[in-house]
């Protein structure tokens, strides 16, 4: 039986992994800071891993400067120093890995990231760069638990609630490449579903009545997510069914951050100065950590940025209303929305009510569907499943 409960989330612009002890009664989730490079030869632990993927040159770093605890040469920067560093080069800087895996649209096992690198960067395949991402919080739970190995937990890893049977499948796949020997996949709006039941202790049958319908909605880095669960009953005892799933809109923070550069863009303009496309390329990383820094201290009103930060020709300065117009108070354009999936809905049996109290048990255990088995007829619509579990 496996020690502790292991829960993935393989996020658009960020990725956590959070952990719960199953042997021991009234355990909360805890979150593992994740060991990751921040800086030449530095090491730092973060509460978060930024899913931003650096490729350095060859002649770029000294020998030294990637090494991690369970690595001493890598080729790869991941997660914070990735996502700083490559602000300064966005040509060889993989970010958004998430919005390419669920892209029907594109060959989501070819090397296509980063997005218009010239010919002599090297490219890596979406599905590729999630494999780092979940190999590296592989490694990091080894570092801290080398006791308790991940191959020897129970491990889910959260995905949208839209995405297709492929990008499931990818996603399980990639999982397998990371040395996963065995995971879940749970949809992302029912994960948020338990967190609040499992936060209620008890009371979430208070809350709701029968005929009670609970829309849970997910914006993400790059992903609206939109669910709706029925409460019904069932010999007295309330049920929660899952009605309808969104469509797949990719939209998120990753569209905030074009609407922030395209803004500050204009006002460049306005002044008499062009960016080229790698400087507004630059603008946008710069804007998604001047937006984050805004956004995570309301006492701070304005973050500067320019040439000295992003290789800009010129100074800039983004400020907090800016961000909370762009947030909050105003809808996106439209040329914002890069695509759109099909409407989809689903008849699904109850969530799970045998581990409703404690929802790290529950590993998925109402609604998987085999790796390998296609999560609905291919026809336009399909029936999504909460999760692939991989054995």
Not at 281 to 287: D, K, Q, T, V
Not at 358 to 367: F, I, M, N, Q
Request: net charge negative; proline share 8%; hydrophobic share 40%.
């Amino acid at each position: 039986m496996s020690r502790y409960a292991i829960g993935i989330d393989l996020g658009t612009t960020h990725s956590a992994l959070s952990w719960v002890d199953l042997q021991t009664e009234g355990m909360t989730p805890e979150i593992l800071p994740i060991a990751q490079q921040s800086g030449p030869g530095a090491v730092q632990d973060f509460a978060l891993l930024p899913s931003f993927l650096y490729m350095p040159h060859l002649s770029e770093l000294a020998t030294g400067d990637l090494a991690l605890p369970w690595n001493a040469a890598p080729d790869r920067i991941i997660g914070e120093w990735a996502r700083s560093h490559g602000a300064l080069t966005p040509i060889r800087l993989v970010s958004s890995a998430k919005s390419w895996l669920g892209h029907a649209g594109v060959d989501r096992r070819a090397g296509i990231l980063p997005a218009d690198a010239p010919i002599e960067v090297e490219r890596i395949s979406p599905l590729a760069a999630s494999t780092h991402y979940l190999q590296h919080l592989r490694d990091a739970w080894n570092h801290c638990h080398p006791e308790a190995p991940f191959d020897q937990q129970a491990v889910t890893v959260t995905i949208p609630a839209s995405f297709d049977p492929a990008a499931r499948e990818l996603t399980a796949e990639a999982a397998q490449a990371a040395g996963y020997q065995g995971i879940t996949l749970l949809e992302e709006p029912q994960a948020a579903l338990y967190s609040w039941i499992a936060g209620s202790a008890g009371d979430w049958r208070k809350q709701v009545q029968v005929g009670d319908v609970i829309l849970v909605i997910d914006v993400g880095g790059g992903t609206s997510d939109f669910s709706l669960i029925a409460v019904t009953e069932d010999a007295g005892n309330l049920q929660l069914n899952r009605v309808a799933v969104g469509e797949h809109i990719l939209l998120g923070g990753d569209n905030m951050d074009l609407a922030l550069a395209h803004g500050v863009a204009r006002d460049l303009a306005a002044e008499g100065k062009q960016l080229d496309p790698w400087q507004m390329r630059a603008l946008i990383y710069a804007c998604r950590l001047a937006k984050e820094q805004l956004l995570s201290d309301p006492d701070l009103q304005s973050v500067p940025g320019g040439r000295a930060q992003q290789g800009l020709q010129t100074h800039w300065r983004l400020d907090q209303d800016r961000v909370e117009a762009r947030s909050a108070d105003r809808p996106p354009p439209r040329w914002l929305f890069p695509g759109r999936g099909e409407q989809r809905s689903a008849r699904e049996p109850p969530a799970c009510r045998t581990h409703a109290d404690r929802p790290a048990l529950c590993a998925g255990c109402c609604r998987h569907t085999p790796l390998g088995r296609t999560a609905g007829p291919p026809a336009r619509r399909h029936e999504p499943t909460a999760g692939i579990r991989t054995a």
